[in-house]
């Protein structure tokens, strides 16, 4: 647990003026090395504490150091005075107190110690089967990694609340010559062990990710039946999450505002925001404000039924906080310290066919099995997007050959009403740095405007 | 900060075990943000920002560790932890010598004014109601608008195993636009950046920031009656100032010694061989005065310095950092940044700029029968393929700019498309900048060019 003692003791005695204090404290160790060629080629190790500092008088302000030797009681008079500028009406509602009991997921007691030796092991074994996905592998760069994260929210209305997460991560960076041709791919897994790291699913995508990129051509542009790849689903919910935000909503930002309660989507699209999942090693207990992470239905088979939201968001509609409450934005400062709307793990659920099922059942169409540029191409205000991508042709439920330099385009909640199965394989991934998670399954659509050359 | 004594301390324990350079970065920053949502000042934070970073090297090895716990005693401790780092990467130990250190303070070539914490907070909470009003009496279809105002001093210093022990003092001020606008039927986010790497002087022409507000929810509403680019292959005008963008996306980050040495570029193994058309002249330079780009030194106490990489078509270089230029067997060439102590330096962009040519910018445009006009770009990504999403653009016809488009992102091998410049205008234009996110976190970059053409891009749109 964080030591906060000195601060425990600045919120139980606040200066004059001040009435209500919360300091959210994080802490992150983590460890990495890179590994090629057999050899560890870079090494990481941090160790770092931030404190995010809020307190009020009539009115709220903010306040963020790293510089541990500074003051407790300056830094609360620092938020303070920040607080007298401040226009808008009332102040911040703080969390009171919650019991350990509520939180579901844990399982982490103490920060785990980087092993290095079991990592090299790790990144050598990892380096090895990912050669072997394919024969046209000319390297391969391994990244084994683990990452604590100890977190504890304090508040002068008796609130403390902490948790630690220990989560390992794998990636690798690979280069393939083909015919003279290089081409790249990269993909990472996490799990909450150095042994349950899953080296054969990243061999399976990169091997699958490589011949995906081979003697791709052009297509003609047109609407065509598609099936979206679990990581081009993933990609566009590192964006889309936002129309979910219980903020965006009230304020007017996102293309659902005034929806709740009305079908956006087909029968196929359930989204859910989790404190934890088992297809990843993140899990959240609480938010940066001290609430519970809980289970939140978003879209029920097509129905918009909740959102995500944060103390000041659930008091503007009425309702309860979520446990939503981060500072992570797509768009922020080089410190994002506002307490905005950010999921936990947000994801579409699952169906139950595999991918060549789901190919099988479009017949003809296009496998979209690549997409980047996450933060450009999605308007959250319209929902329109246009998304760069690869794909192979698929021709009677069969791949027929990659096409490149394609984008899909159109508007989400359209793209939403078109989803007519998802896959058995969901994929979720961490984002931001490792502040929350996203997932989807392949996402099979009935029509999707492609253009091409 | 630490004497000399004992910086050569800290810098003789991370390189105990082994290694043949190591460097010690400190980094104190004071930023301060206010938020004005719904015209009101909903949100003022202060961020204090003080950590250290020690970096050893041993050939084309690396470690890098990092801790915001900054006594002597602890530094130490980090510096050992750098040290077993080393020794477990298997690297030989060397004889240590005294390290003589040789202070350098090269001028900044951003002068500022005006420290933004000498200024009060009325005076800021003045320049956002500015332009709020001001953005907000551009367009009856603002739905939502959020404005905030952002200032930062960042304090650098950097000693290293050769001697070097040198800094840099930066001040940057900015404002952001996040608004929705939106008529019966349909709406549009939009955002837009006000930046300077000044001090508080940057908001002393008032018409610079009411201007730029006014401009950017106007653009954002015309939008709403924008329509979908057919799609076809057509010539494509980038005018001058940001779409600069273009090259820094299309080519820029796979000049960084990092995606070279990776073979992850298609510009490796190219130097001296033709890349692009032979009017293309690209650089990026880190000394020009009043950019964003712009530092006195780089985030390992190297001068920044001007950086020619295409010359008439040619591939002339690269952008190195130190352990990238290991890497590559070249110098550094005063590119390795980083957004600071918690993240290890590499070889990144600064000022990026493809140089004047000597085309006709009428002409560019008369000359098309049906084409694109490029006018802002709103970001996009790099790598082997690049995507730019136009967040301004506009359908050519007979040679004349006709209707807005919507929706479009440009896409395509940066390698290819740059072999298609068919014109390059005289008159180059510098822009604000922005942040380019990427391996060694937000770094301060701009991109700017004279207005330029493709003869030929794939853009769609609808059949």
Request: hydrophobic share 35%; charged share 20%; net charge neutral.
């Amino acid at each position: 647990m964080i030591d906060l003692k000195k601060y425990k003791y600045a919120i139980k005695n606040l200066p004059e003026g001040i009435v209500e204090a919360e300091i959210d404290a994080e802490l992150q160790i983590s460890t990495l090395i890179r590994f090629k060629n057999d050899q560890i080629l870079e090494a990481l190790a941090s160790n770092v504490i931030e404190l995010f500092v809020r307190v009020s008088g009539e009115k709220t302000g903010y306040a963020y150091t790293q510089d541990l030797t500074e003051d407790a009681r300056t830094i609360l008079l620092r938020a303070y005075n920040n607080s007298l500028e401040i226009e808008r009406e009332g102040r911040d509602i703080l969390n009171i107190p919650v019991y350990e009991t509520d939180f579901c997921c844990n399982t982490n007691t103490h920060a785990a110690v980087a092993d290095i030796s079991k990592m090299k092991t790790a990144a050598q074994s990892l380096e090895k089967t990912i050669f072997n996905a394919n024969k046209h592998i000319t390297s391969v760069l391994a990244e084994i990694g683990i990452n604590t994260f100890s977190s504890r929210v304090i508040n002068s209305l008796d609130l403390d609340v902490s948790s630690i997460r220990n989560v390992y991560y794998a990636s690798v960076d690979v280069m393939a010559e083909y015919e003279g041709t290089q081409h790249n791919t990269s993909y990472s897994t996490t799990a909450t062990a150095l042994d349950e790291l899953n080296f054969n699913v990243l061999k399976e995508k990169v091997e699958l990710n490589l011949v995906h990129q081979l003697n791709a051509t052009g297509i003609v542009t047109g609407k065509y039946p598609a099936l979206l790849d679990s990581s081009v689903g993933v990609n566009i919910m590192m964006t889309a999450w936002q129309l979910f935000s219980g903020m965006k909503y009230c304020d007017g930002s996102s293309v659902l505002s005034g929806k709740l309660g009305n079908i956006i989507g087909s029968s196929s699209f359930t989204l859910l925001d989790t404190p934890a999942h088992e297809h990843t090693g993140y899990h959240f207990e609480f938010d940066c404000e001290g609430t519970p992470s809980k289970k939140n239905i978003l879209v029920n088979s097509g129905k918009l039924v909740g959102l995500m939201h944060n103390i000041a968001s659930a008091s503007k509609q009425n309702t309860k906080s979520t446990g939503n409450a981060g500072r992570y934005a797509l768009l922020s400062g080089t410190i994002p310290t506002d307490i905005i709307i950010t999921p936990n793990i947000c994801y579409i659920q699952k169906g139950r066919k595999n991918v060549s099922e789901l190919l099988n059942e479009m017949g003809d169409g296009i496998y979209i099995t690549e997409s980047y540029d996450v933060f450009h191409s999605i308007n959250i205000g319209s929902g329109e997007f246009t998304i760069p991508c690869r794909g192979v042709i698929i021709k009677e439920g069969k791949k027929h050959h990659p096409v490149t330099e394609i984008t899909i385009c159109g508007n989400l909640l359209d793209l939403f009403k078109n989803i007519s199965d998802a896959g058995n394989d969901l994929v979720i991934e961490n984002f931001l740095r490792k502040s929350y998670c996203v997932g989807s399954p392949s996402l099979l659509i009935k029509k999707l405007q492609i253009n091409g050359k | 900060m630490l004497s000399s004594d004992k910086t050569e301390s800290i810098l003789k324990t991370a390189l105990s075990s082994g290694g043949d350079f190591a460097e010690v970065f400190f980094e104190s920053k004071d930023e301060l943000n206010i938020k004005c949502s719904e015209k009101v000042i909903s949100g003022i934070t202060t961020t204090r920002i003080s950590g250290t970073g020690i970096y050893v090297l041993s050939g084309t090895k690396s470690v890098y560790v990092y801790t915001n716990t900054l006594s002597f005693m602890k530094l130490i401790k980090l510096a050992k932890q750098a040290a077993e780092l080393i020794k477990i990467i298997g690297c030989h130990k060397l004889d240590l010598k005294n390290i003589v250190f040789f202070m350098q303070k090269p001028t900044n070539p951003n002068k500022f004014e005006i420290y933004p914490s000498s200024v009060s907070y009325q005076d800021k909470i003045n320049v956002i109601h500015e332009t709020d009003a001001a953005a907000r009496g551009a367009s009856p279809s603002v739905r939502q608008l959020n404005v905030d105002y952002f200032d930062s001093e960042q304090n650098i210093v950097i000693a290293n195993s050769e001697g070097l022990y040198s800094g840099d003092y930066r001040v940057i001020s900015r404002l952001r636009l996040q608004a929705t606008v939106g008529n019966d039927s349909y709406s549009q986010y939009g955002w837009g950046e006000f930046t300077r790497p000044q001090g508080f002087e940057a908001f002393r022409i008032k018409s610079d920031y009411i201007n730029f507000s006014k401009t950017f929810i106007k653009n954002l509403s015309m939008s709403l009656n924008a329509v979908t680019a057919p799609s076809c292959s057509v010539p494509v005008v980038f005018e001058s100032g940001s779409c600069g963008a273009f090259w820094h996306e299309t080519c820029g980050h796979q000049l960084e010694a990092s995606s070279i040495s990776r073979n992850s570029s298609n510009f490796a193994g190219m130097i001296g061989q033709k890349v692009a058309s032979e009017k293309v002249t690209l650089i990026d330079d880190g000394t020009i005065s009043s950019l964003y780009g712009s530092a006195a030194i780089d985030d390992e106490g190297h001068r920044t310095q001007k950086n020619i990489l295409i010359e008439n078509g040619i591939l002339k270089g690269y952008l190195c950092d130190r352990l990238g230029g290991r890497k590559l067997n070249m110098p550094s060439t005063g590119s390795g940044r980083r957004q600071g102590y918690t993240y290890a330096p590499t070889a990144r962009m600064s000022n990026t700029y493809l140089a004047a040519g000597t085309d006709d910018n009428e002409e560019m445009i008369r000359s098309i029968d049906k084409g694109l006009y490029v006018k802002r770009i709103g970001g996009g990504t790099g790598g082997r393929e690049f995507s730019l999403a136009v967040s301004e653009g506009y359908w050519i016809k007979n040679g004349q700019i006709d209707h807005r488009v919507k929706g479009l992102v440009l896409n395509g091998r940066g390698i290819d498309v740059i072999k298609r410049v068919d014109r390059v205008g005289k008159n180059l234009q510098k822009e604000g900048g922005s942040f380019c996110g990427a391996a060694s976190g937000l770094c301060t970059v701009t991109s700017f060019q004279p207005r330029m053409r493709i003869s030929c891009m794939a853009v769609g749109g609808e059949e």
